[in-house]
């Protein structure tokens, strides 16, 4: 049954990333790294729900979203770039395939790396970050969602990865499989992966080819 839901804060992380936080229903339970469908309660939105991850822990009062802004789609994440704590939210959910299946190597692209904020923020609380590794892939270091608090994550290593810029200690280009045979060395571990269609298949694909099994591979659409 849908949720109504009251926005209590909004605030910039990127030149194009917010965050947003809600109060949370009573009784409503989640597992990190699933997900919700978010509807606007406004005239022209109310058929125009569409689905966002809880970067918020499930022993949290309160439910948290990181939403990637795209003006040049006209559509939910650009009107919510103007919505004002108050505004009110349907929410139904939650669902999604991306669980935490262990230690492993998280393979993010944009905001395909919000699956993975209360995985790997859940683990950090509980000291169980040994093993993780974040690969993430943006295009300029502004970009980069978190990228702080993913630098100041003790036991998580990370390498980010710029597609168009140079910048002293991050790695330049795509992440394929010679990257992931330089930087990955135990290919025995679980592999998470989420971002656009395309990155998604061609990271299965780059894990094909270093030996990754397939029980392996967590994605969203659970292949």
């Not at 809600?22 to 606007?40: H, K, S, V, Y």
């Not at 492993?104 to 040994?130: H, K, M, Q």
């Not at 894990?207 to 099994?213: P, Q």
């Amino acid at each position: 049954m849908p949720h109504t839901l009251t926005l209590r804060e909004v605030a910039p992380l990127t030149h194009d990333t917010n965050r947003y936080v809600f109060g949370r229903p009573a009784n409503f339970d989640f597992e990190p790294g699933q997900a919700a469908e978010l509807t606007i309660c406004r005239d022209g939105w109310k058929d125009a729900g569409r689905p966002f991850t809880f970067t918020s822990l499930p022993e949290e009062d309160q439910l948290e979203f990181v939403v990637k802004v795209y003006p040049e789609k006209k559509g939910v994440t650009e009107e919510m770039d103007d919505i004002k704590p108050g505004a009110v939210f349907e929410l139904d959910g939650p669902f999604g395939a991306i669980e935490d299946k262990g230690p492993g190597v998280f393979l993010a692209a944009g905001a395909g790396v919000t699956p993975f904020i209360a995985i790997l923020r859940n683990r950090a609380r509980n000291g169980t970050l040994e093993g993780c590794h974040l690969i993430f892939s943006n295009t300029h270091a502004k970009d980069i969602i978190l990228r702080d608090e993913w630098d100041e994550m003790d036991g998580l290593t990370v390498d980010h990865v710029l597609a168009e810029e140079h910048v002293d200690g991050l790695h330049h280009g795509h992440v394929d499989a010679a990257f992931l045979q330089d930087h990955v060395k135990d290919i025995d571990r679980m592999f998470y992966i989420c971002g656009p269609q395309g990155y998604v298949d061609a990271m299965r694909d780059a894990l094909g080819e270093i030996g990754v099994k397939h029980g392996n591979i967590v994605t969203e659409d659970g292949w």
